[in-house]
């Protein structure tokens, strides 16, 4: 177990009783005399751990038949190409919705396929917030999908509400808020996430893909770059990521068992809730960067007052057992992160040591 409160933006802390689980049987896997890590993907055991995973995400998530989950690898990052890669085709055009980091990534590998537009941007304020719905400029043409970033894990934005984009398939990476609140995913047409932020370890991405828009892909390509490939072969056309999908799979349990994902939801807004009072209730010492009402619960972005006391706050969390708050080497400041193995107690050793933090040197 962990001795450390890890506040990273991921690779991310897992649940300690699935740590235990994972440790208990890793050298012999339900009796079958080797490790899971040493077991062939085609045996009814990893089996029914890829269909559990598959059944209990959607059922978490909230849908039923429609719908195909695939466990894939190359990373949410991988997402940006295959998409488009899939769905983009001459004559209609990618809407893209930017709020921060990521979302720019996903569009610039958009634009390497075919025509993807911006149809909001809030990067000239700095992306403090999500677009407001009369900001959305939906190009005229055909659309092949319009994509968005539910949680911009870098600059710390969230949406609380998605946009109502008409009949436009709406595609989402949820890879920093994936199933740490309740959504209605029946808005969405595609929704990806890297584990390794709220699910579980790197090395596996969740694909949620509607069947009846999967019937429209490009089919001229590459076995591997088809999300057709994966859901026809159940995500075991290849050598899956088996010891990832594993602790995916017991991590998706660990939901339950801690009560569900409104338990979890409700987990998540108390976290939030005792960082950014923290931050609101300094005076100014600490100022969040995100706008009040696109505030993530995943990742709260802040500064300090300078850049020396910005390392001074890490560098003295880290010697009290707090890890992960610096803010991304892209935009500095501070960040902690609070994906769904964080406790709540944590949050709280937190804001004492920032309260104590800003007694000292405010
Ligand atoms: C971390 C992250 C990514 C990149 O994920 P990889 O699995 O490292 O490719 C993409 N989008 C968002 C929102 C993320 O938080």
């Known amino acids: 177990m962990s001795s450390v409160l890890n506040f990273n933006a991921g690779p991310a802390p897992l649940p300690p009783s699935v740590l235990a689980e994972a440790q208990g049987e890793l050298l012999d896997y339900h009796g079958q005399g080797m490790s899971i890590l040493e077991m062939s993907h085609r045996v009814p055991e990893y089996e029914a751990i890829n269909a559990r995973a598959e059944a209990n995400f959607k059922r978490l998530l909230g849908v039923g038949d429609g719908y195909r989950v ?20 001459p004559g209609s055009t990618a809407e893209y919705l930017v709020t921060g980091t990521w979302g720019e990534k996903a569009v610039e590998d958009a634009e390497l396929i075919g025509n ?6 809030t990067k000239a304020e700095g992306y403090r917030r999500v677009p407001t719905s009369g900001e ?15 949680n911009e894990t870098i600059q710390g934005v969230q949406y609380r509400d998605f946009p109502d984009v008409g009949d436009r398939p709406l595609v989402g990476d949820m890879s920093s808020d994936i199933l740490s609140r309740p959504i209605d995913a029946s808005k969405f047409s595609m929704i990806y996430a ?11 991405t969740v694909v949620l893909i509607r069947e009846s828009w999967l019937e429209t892909a490009n089919k001229k390509l590459p076995a591997m770059l088809r999300y057709s490939t994966h859901v026809k072969n159940n995500s075991l056309y290849n050598t899956p990521p088996t010891f990832s999908v594993y602790l995916l799979d017991l991590f998706l349990t660990w939901i339950d068992t801690e009560g569900g994902l409104l338990e979890i939801s409700a987990r998540n807004d108390r ?29 709260a972005t802040f500064n300090l007052p300078s850049a020396d006391l910005e390392k001074k706050f890490v560098a003295e ?4 057992g707090m890890v992960g708050l610096a803010g ?28 104590h933090f800003m007694a000292k040197n405010g």
């Open 328 to 355: 991304h080497r892209s935009v500095g400041g501070a960040r902690a992160s609070l994906y769904n193995a964080i406790g709540v107690d944590a949050c709280q050793v937190l804001a004492n040591f920032m309260g």
């Open 271 to 299: 976290k939030a809730a005792i960082i950014y009072d923290a931050i609101d209730r300094s005076g100014g010492f600490y100022r969040g960067h995100a706008e009040a009402g696109s505030r993530s619960k995943m990742n």
């Open 116 to 121: 993807a537009h911006v149809a909001a941007s």
């Open 136 to 150: 959305i400029k939906l190009g005229e043409g055909p659309s092949a999908y319009v994509h968005l970033t539910s």
């Open 317 to 320: 969390a880290k010697a009290e």
């Open 194 to 204: 890297g584990a390794q932020k709220n699910l579980g370890p790197a090395g596996v």
């Open 70 to 89: 695939v466990f894939m690898q190359g990373g949410a990052s991988g997402q940006f190409a295959t998409v488009p890669m899939n769905f983009l085709k």
